[in-house]
T-cell receptor, first 112, second 111 residues
């Protein structure tokens, strides 16, 4: 069983479209994250949710909206996609008291 | 200045070589330290935590110098399967799970 699964693995879309990436974890963790890895390979945190509550919201355009329907899911919705949004987006989960993160396999987003 | 800085490499070494990676961090309020490994087109995975007293896991040794704000990773007897990018990661005090990643050092082990 995959511990942290995100879909889709690849997402190719036109500028201006709205898209969503889904993430689910079956590890029983209470905290989930979205990270972005750009073409320069820097991995930067975007959002963090603990028990469905937003606890970290880094400087991210408000076109990006995370949604956590329950502890096991954290989806990322992106409105009005721009060329600069092209990157690999990683979902991750962990326990708030433990710093080890488990990452999903990533979603390669390409905006044309 | 980036909060976590690493030599990007690549480090090209023969099998069996010993290789060392260095990392510096700028925020003295950093609390915890880690090395993650990321294979090409894959997700990052925790390799090991880094403790002040230094710690070893098989062929891997991690060291931390808080005074110099410096972290290192030593890989002995390198294997082909060690080829990957090694990410230096720090966590700030009080920041719940907010890990700051370095850009990574790429290692290529050749036969």
């Amino acid at each position: 069983d995959t511990a942290v699964s995100q879909t889709p693995k690849y997402l190719v879309t036109q500028m201006g479209n709205d898209k969503s990436i889904k993430c689910e974890q079956n590890l029983g963790h209470d905290t989930m994250y979205w990270y972005k890895q750009d073409s320069k390979k820097f991995l930067k945190i975007m959002f963090s949710y603990n028990n469905k509550e937003l606890i970290i919201n880094e400087t991210v355009p408000n076109r990006f909206s995370p949604k956590s329907p329950d502890k096991a899911h954290l989806n990322l919705h992106i409105n009005s996609l721009e060329l600069g949004d092209s990157a690999v987006y990683f979902c991750a989960s962990g326990i708030a008291t433990n710093e080890k993160l488990f990452f999903g396999s990533g979603t390669q987003l390409s905006v044309l | 200045r980036k909060e976590v800085e690493q030599d990007p490499g690549p480090f090209n070494v023969p099998e069996g070589a010993t290789v060392a990676f260095n990392c510096t961090y700028s925020n003295s309020a950093s609390q915890s330290f880690f090395w993650y490994r990321q294979d090409c087109r894959k997700e990052p995975k925790l390799l090991m935590s880094v403790y002040s007293s230094g710690n070893e896991d098989g062929r891997f040794t991690a060291q931390l110098n808080r005074a110099s704000q410096y972290i290192s990773l030593l890989i002995r007897d390198s294997k082909l399967s060690d080829s990957a990018t090694y990410l230096c990661v720090v966590k700030r005090w009080g920041s719940q799970g907010n890990l700051i990643f370095g850009k990574g050092t790429k290692l290529s082990v050749k036969p």
